[in-house]
T-cell receptor, first 114, second 113 residues
Framework: NAGVTQTPKFQVLKTGQSMTLQCAQD?????MSWYRQDPGMGLRLIHYSVGAGITDQGEVPNGYNVSRSTTEDFPLRLLSAAPSQTSVYFC?????????????FGNGTRLTVT | RKEVEQDPGPFNVPEGATVAFNCTYS??????FFWYRQDCRKEPKLLMS???SGNEDGRFTAQLNRASQYISLLIRDSKLSDSATYLC??????????????FGRGTSLIVHP
């Protein structure tokens, strides 16, 4: 199993550009989520999904869209990049929404918006 | 009050020392608890789950105190390789609560020779 795979690892965008961060898992996990991590802020939840076709907003959803058309994939779209979106982005998944399921993280995407 | 709170540290200890971190949580209905380790510029990785009766994994011991609403992580015989940030994660209960795990901001540990 590859686990949780994120692409790209690094990305530089200009203000106003759009892009999609990819996340895929091959563990048949029900729950998938996106976090951003900034210095001193810890991990902040952007969006999450409890199954194909179901998504919901987390703590900091503005400026981001998600979709979950399959169990495996959960892409994160930046609609119009802003410097405030410079961050490290982690995708994470867990087997179910049952409270005893730990999260598995991808390697992260380091995004810089100039 | 934040839902999950941790002392950010850093905890600066010599090799071989014993060090302990606490993590407090505000939701008394919380049902499950985890410790994650995050190395610099890497993804968080599960270190261990925390069980009601406490549990041990080698040099690491995790404990839960429901009455005072905190969990702890004890590291014995610290190694240089233990230097990392330790994240506390709390999953709320299912009775009227969200199932979204809540992360603390992490405690930084530096083990020096």
């Amino acid at each position: 199993n590859a686990g949780v795979t994120q692409t790209p690892k690094f990305q530089v965008l200009k203000t106003g550009q759009s892009m999609t961060l990819q996340c895929a898992q091959d563990m048949n996990h029900e729950y998938m989520s996106w976090y951003r991590q900034d210095p001193g802020m810890g991990l902040r939840l952007i969006h999450y999904s409890v199954g194909a076709g179901i998504t919901d907003q987390g703590e900091v959803p503005n400026g981001y869209n998600v979709s979950r058309s399959t169990t495996e994939d959960f892409p994160l779209r930046l609609l119009s990049a802003a410097p405030s979106q410079t961050s490290v982005y982690f995708c994470a998944s867990s087997y179910s929404t049952h409270y005893n399921s730990p999260l598995h993280f991808g390697n992260g995407t380091r995004l810089t918006v100039t | 009050r934040k839902e999950v709170e941790q002392d950010p540290g850093p905890f600066n200890v010599p090799e071989g020392a014993t060090v302990a971190f606490n993590c407090t949580y505000s939701n008394s209905a919380s049902q499950s608890f985890f410790w994650y380790r995050q190395d610099c510029r890497k993804e968080p990785k599960l270190l261990m789950s925390v069980y009601s009766s406490g549990n041990e994994d080698g040099r690491f011991t995790a404990q839960l105190n429901r009455a005072s609403q905190y969990i702890s992580l004890l590291i014995r015989d610290s190694k240089l390789s233990d230097s990392a940030t330790y994240l506390c994660v709390v999953n709320p209960g299912t009775s009227g609560g969200s199932y979204i795990p809540t992360f603390g901001r992490g405690t930084s540990l530096i083990v020096h020779p």
